[in-house]
């Protein structure tokens, strides 16, 4: 990687990577959230474009096929996917890059990206986990389901990454990364 640099936020589904990746690009504007593209259907609340570009199964195959994506993923039954163009273009201008994805894109950006800053979102607890994915009101049952039994096999694959944080208290995460990300080396 040339000049900027990027960061992996990953971690089970509904530990709070979003919300904790929405207060931090509010604290740091200069940071640049890379925009994935899924197969999902879009939830009310989203926004094409903004939370991710909704695409069809075949939009998403081409993708895949002209090597458009950096790292791809399916993930209870959907494809995911970090378009490669502009977070390429944004590193190459020296800006800092997040993306928030599943553990196997974050892997394969490790193999790809050695450079990568990584860091593991992890819960309370799997009590408190499922208690988040059912509040937040988004996924169906069989949803809920497959992303419970996605996150068992996901954590314990926290060691593999630069730094594991607990997202308990809100704000102590969030001081955590920002002191992961902004302090300079050697202090
Ligand atoms: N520290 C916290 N304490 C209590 N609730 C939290 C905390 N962090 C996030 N939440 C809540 O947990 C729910 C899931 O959070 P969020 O959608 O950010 O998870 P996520 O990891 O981004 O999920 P996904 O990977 O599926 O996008 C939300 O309702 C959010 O408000
Ligand atoms: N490998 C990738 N995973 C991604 C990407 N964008 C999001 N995600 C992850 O998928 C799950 C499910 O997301 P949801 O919006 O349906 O709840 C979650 O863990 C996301 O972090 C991506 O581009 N690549």
Redesign the pocket.
């Known amino acids: 990687m040339a000049i900027g640099k990027l960061i992996v936020l990953t971690?089970?589904?509904?530990?709070?990577?979003?919300?904790?990746?929405r207060s931090l690009l509010q604290r740091h504007p200069e940071l640049y959230f890379s925009v994935s593209v899924t197969t999902r259907p879009p939830r009310p609340s989203e926004t094409n474009g903004q939370h991710y570009y909704f695409v069809s199964r075949a939009e998403f195959d081409r993708m895949v096929l002209n090597n458009e994506l950096l790292e791809w993923a399916e993930f209870a039954g959907n494809c995911y996917g970090t378009p490669r163009r502009p977070v390429e273009e944004n590193i190459r201008q020296g800006r800092w890059v997040v993306l928030?994805i599943?553990l196997e894109g974050a892997r394969q950006i490790r193999q790809n990206f050695p450079e990568a800053f990584q860091i593991f979102?992890l819960p309370p607890s799997l009590l408190?986990l499922e208690y988040?994915?059912r509040?937040?009101g988004?996924d169906s049952e069989e949803s809920i389901a497959r992303?419970l039994e996605r996150a068992k096999s996901e954590i314990p694959a926290a060691h593999e990454f630069d730094i594991q944080v607990v997202?308990?208290?809100?704000e102590k995460?969030l001081e955590r990364i920002e002191e992961a990300l902004f302090t300079p080396v050697g202090v």
């Open positions: 971690g089970p589904s509904g530990v709070g990577k979003g919300t904790l990746l928030e599943e979102i408190e988040r994915l509040s937040r988004h992303r997202n308990d208290d809100i995460a």
